[in-house]
């Protein structure tokens, strides 16, 4: 949803869509909203889906007071800044997930099922390891039913196959153990093909709620994802190595009684404390709202205008400022001096609407 329209820009302006067209105003509103966004870090727009990672280290101003003095509050210590968090965009309308990440986690486990053979081969060490020990995915020889299992002891989101060989013609259907069979998981692949092992790339899925441990061919319990041959690769799949997405392997799922959250973006987490770590905090919610405020409004519509002056003038450099006919001497006056004390005066403006809205940015003087 767009925070002004073309015609709050013509009439500001005081123009039409024969002098800029209807399509160049609606990108110059589309860029003052994006500018409006990203200094507010706010969005008017219809609630969406947002991702914010957090770092969860200190910082001096909220150090533990047990070992580096700071500030009190009442008679406890306003303890640990790292379980604090500002959320990128508000206001927030609801909170989905709070995850902690492990940053440092890999394939536990990656077996590769020959269906003719109906044998297992262990290729857990393959795939943690760089340049050594490339490995089949399958069997060198593909058939349909061919299964790779991967496991983690942490659900993960996402999965990376560098393949030395890549695979052809070959279909892979995906799937999660719900804890009673194994259920269908809808992927989405970085790359053309990736999904089916016939190009490198990442596989990504959302979170299955109903995501349980178990064990393939006598392994430890762990999350597995299992991808099956539904049609048979002319040339089989060779891979380097496969790592995860670092973002998306969860070590820890906050219940909502563990953290409270407020609509202007601030989240506080109950009674935990985090190691140092980067991006280690993962939060996904939604930001927006029904309806946008005046002042927002009125901004974009002003950088939209100011835009559009721009660009007229911009056209009119090359236009005729006077003509004669016979001795009769008619002086037009440059074709752009209305245009710029026009932007003048919408620069005032937008300079006034700053201020009001809180929004820091260089001002050039006109």
């Given at each position: 949803m767009a925070y002004s329209t073309t015609t709050l820009v013509y009439n500001k302006c005081g123009i039409s869509s024969s002098d800029v067209s209807t399509a160049i105003v609606t990108q110059y509103i589309a860029d003052a909203d994006a500018f409006i966004e990203s200094k507010l870090s706010k969005t008017w727009a219809t609630p969406s889906a947002k991702t914010s990672y957090f770092d969860t280290e200190e910082n001096d101003w909220h150090k533990n007071?047990?070992?580096?003095?700071?500030?009190?509050?009442?008679?406890?210590?306003?303890?640990?800044?790292?379980?604090?968090?500002?959320?990128?965009?508000?206001?927030?309308?609801?909170?989905?997930?709070?995850?902690?990440?492990?940053?440092?986690?890999?394939?536990?486990?990656?077996?590769?099922?020959?269906?003719?053979?109906?044998?297992?081969?262990?290729?857990?060490?393959?795939?943690?390891?760089?340049?050594?020990?490339?490995?089949?995915?399958?069997?060198?020889?593909?058939?349909?039913?061919?299964?790779?299992?991967?496991?983690?002891?942490?659900?993960?989101?996402?999965?990376?196959?560098?393949?030395?060989?890549?695979?052809?013609?070959?279909?892979?259907?995906?799937?999660?153990?719900?804890?009673?069979?194994?259920?269908?998981?809808?992927?989405?692949?970085?790359?053309?093909?990736?999904?089916?092992?016939?190009?490198?790339?990442?596989?990504?899925?959302?979170?299955?709620?109903?995501?349980?441990?178990?064990?393939?061919?006598?392994?430890d319990d762990l999350y597995f994802i299992k991808i099956t041959v539904?049609?048979?690769?002319?040339?089989?799949?060779?891979?380097?190595?496969?790592?995860?997405?670092?973002?998306?392997?969860?070590?820890?799922?906050?219940?909502?009684?563990?953290?409270?959250?407020?609509?202007?973006?601030?989240?506080?987490?109950?009674?935990?404390?985090?190691?140092?770590?980067?991006k280690s905090l993962r939060v996904d919610y939604y930001a927006g709202a029904s309806s946008t405020p005046t002042l927002v409004q009125n901004l974009s519509t002003v950088l939209a205008s100011i835009s559009c002056m721009q660009y007229l003038m911009g056209g009119s450099f090359d236009d005729a400022s006077g003509y004669s006919l016979g001795s009769l001497q008619v002086q037009k006056g440059e074709p752009y001096t209305n245009l710029r004390a026009t932007i003048v005066e919408l620069i005032k403006e937008r300079d006034e609407l700053y201020k009001q809205l809180g929004i820091e940015v260089t001002l050039i003087s006109t």
């Open positions: 007071p047990t070992y580096y003095g700071g500030r009190i509050t009442g008679q406890k210590p306003f303890f640990e800044s790292r379980a604090n968090f500002n959320l990128e965009w508000s206001p927030v309308t609801k909170i989905s997930n709070v995850w902690l990440l492990n940053k440092s986690a890999k394939p536990n486990k990656v077996l590769s099922y020959d269906v003719s053979e109906a044998t297992y081969t262990d290729n857990t060490d393959g795939a943690n390891s760089v340049g050594e020990d490339l490995f089949y995915t399958f069997a060198s020889t593909v058939g349909v039913g061919d299964i790779l299992y991967v496991g983690c002891q942490y659900k993960f989101l996402s999965i990376y196959f560098n393949l030395a060989t890549e695979g052809s013609g070959g279909v892979c259907s995906w799937k999660y153990y719900n804890g009673s069979s194994w259920a269908d998981l809808t992927v989405t692949e970085d790359t053309t093909g990736a999904d089916d092992l016939n190009a490198s790339g990442g596989i990504t899925w959302g979170r299955p709620a109903d995501w349980e441990t178990t064990s393939v061919n006598s392994s539904t049609t048979a690769h002319t040339t089989s799949p060779k891979a380097e190595y496969m790592y995860f997405n670092h973002d998306s392997v969860i070590e820890n799922e906050f219940s909502s009684h563990e953290y409270t959250w407020y609509s202007d973006g601030r989240l506080i987490m109950r009674n935990y404390t985090f190691d140092s770590d980067a």
